[in-house]
């Protein structure tokens, strides 16, 4: 990171170091990819344990369309909901200060079968769909990884996971 625009520096309680330590074992617990992007730049990525989506197969690295597709949905300024791509795949999405975006997932709510985990890795430019892994999830596990998020970059408890799965339900 060389410039401030490339930071999670709009966080005030704790230093970048500690906070990429944060998000980092907190991808590593949820078993899913925690990726934050300034504008279309990658800034920091937590890629969950092994088994799960790499970078080089994520599919918002593989992806242009899909990444501009998330960083530019916006029910709500800073509040973090969920983007579902389809009845099986979600994605956490929350916007930040300095255009600053942190998605997390995907997330699917079932075991795909391998010709839905061939459609969703072809679709996503993704070539290693054997090898590649979606987190199975609940949106109340979602809903929490989002909270502790948001609650480590900003200190606030503002959302709550029942507006999410309000929101979530509703779809």
Known sequence: MNAAKDSLSFTAAISEPQLK?????????????????????????????????????NPLL??????KLLTQQQPEKHAPFFF??????FYGIIHYPKNVHCITGPFTLKKLDSRQKYAYFSTHHMKDYQNNYIPIT??????????????????????????????????
């Not at 593989?62 to 990444?67: A, I």
Request: net charge negative; glycine share 4%.
């Open 21 to 57: 330590l944060l998000l980092t074992n907190l991808g590593l617990v949820s078993r899913c990819s925690i990726l934050f992007f300034n504008n279309e730049k990658l800034i920091f990525s937590a890629s969950g344990t092994p088994g799960t989506l790499y970078n080089t197969e």
């Open 62 to 67: 593989c992806d242009s369309d899909l990444q």
């Open 84 to 89: 579902l791509e389809n009845e099986h795949i």
């Open 138 to 171: 609940t949106v109340s596990q979602a809903a929490a990884l989002m909270t502790l998020i948001h609650h480590t970059l900003t200190g606030n408890m503002k959302h709550q996971i029942c507006l999410w799965m309000k929101i979530f339900s509703n779809l």
